[in-house]
C-alpha cells in the first residue's frame, strides 16, 4: 500500500495518548534491534534520520487515531495544527500566563501553576522533519500540509508568546563574521639629512 495513503484506523481519539508513547517506544525498540541484528548490510541511519522516521510513524499514529480517521491526502494545515496543540500536554517547558507574577521573568524565584507547553524550537524542529518526511513519502510540496501558512504563522505566534512570558526575544542569529584584519603599522620613513 502506498504509504501517503496508508493512514486509515478506527481506534478512538481517547485512546490517543498511551498509543502514540507506546508507538514511538515500539519504534524505537525495533529500529535499534534491527539496526542491532541486521548486521553489516544494512546502513546506520544518522539521529537525524531516526528522528524523523520516529515523527513520522507518531503523526501516522495520530492520524490513525483521529475521530474521524484521516488518511494523509485528506490532511491539511488545520490537522497539522491540532496535532501541535495536542502535542502541548506532553511540554516540558513552563510559559507564564499574563496573570503570573513572573511573567517575562527568564529566572522565576519560585514554582508557580502556569502550564507546560512544548517549546518552540522543538516545534520547528519537528515541523521540519515531519515537512520532509512527507515529500519523502511520496507527496508533493505543494500540498505539503507541513509547510501551510497557517503553520507557519502558529509558529511564531509560539515563539513570540513565549519569548515574552520568558523575558526573552528570539532573534535571528547573525553570521558571525570575522574581525577585520588590522592593518599593519605604518612605516615610518627614516630619513638621514645631514645636519
Request: aromatic residues 8%; charged residues 20%; positive net charge.
Amino acid at each position: 500500500m502506498d504509504p501517503i495513503h496508508g493512514f486509515i484506523g478506527t481506534t478512538n481519539i481517547s485512546h490517543n495518548t498511551n498509543l502514540m508513547i507506546a508507538a514511538a517506544a515500539v519504534t524505537t525498540s525495533s529500529s535499534s534491534s534491527s539496526s542491532s541484528s541486521g548486521g553489516s548490510a544494512t546502513t546506520q541511519l544518522s539521529r537525524y534520520e531516526n528522528q524523523k522516521r520516529r515523527d513520522w510513524n507518531t503523526f501516522g499514529q495520530y492520524l490513525r487515531n483521529h475521530r474521524p480517521p484521516l488518511s494523509l491526502s485528506r490532511c491539511s494545515g488545520a490537522h497539522v495544527l491540532e496535532f501541535l496543540r495536542y502535542l502541548d500536554q506532553f511540554g516540558k517547558t513552563k510559559v507564564h500566563t499574563q496573570l503570573c507574577p513572573f511573567f517575562g521573568h527568564p529566572n522565576p524565584p519560585a514554582p508557580c501553576a502556569c502550564p507546560l507547553r512544548q517549546a518552540w524550537g522543538s516545534l520547528d524542529a519537528l515541523i521540519g522533519r515531519l515537512r520532509a518526511a512527507f515529500e519523502e513519502n511520496g507527496g508533493s510540496p505543494e500540498t505539503n500540509p507541513f509547510g501551510a501558512r497557517a503553520v507557519r504563522l502558529y509558529l511564531r505566534e509560539v515563539r513570540d508568546s513565549q519569548a515574552k512570558a520568558r523575558g526573552i526575544s528570539y532573534e535571528k542569529k547573525k553570521r558571525k563574521r570575522p574581525p577585520p584584519m588590522p592593518l599593519p603599522p605604518p612605516h615610518s620613513v627614516i630619513s638621514s639629512s645631514p645636519n
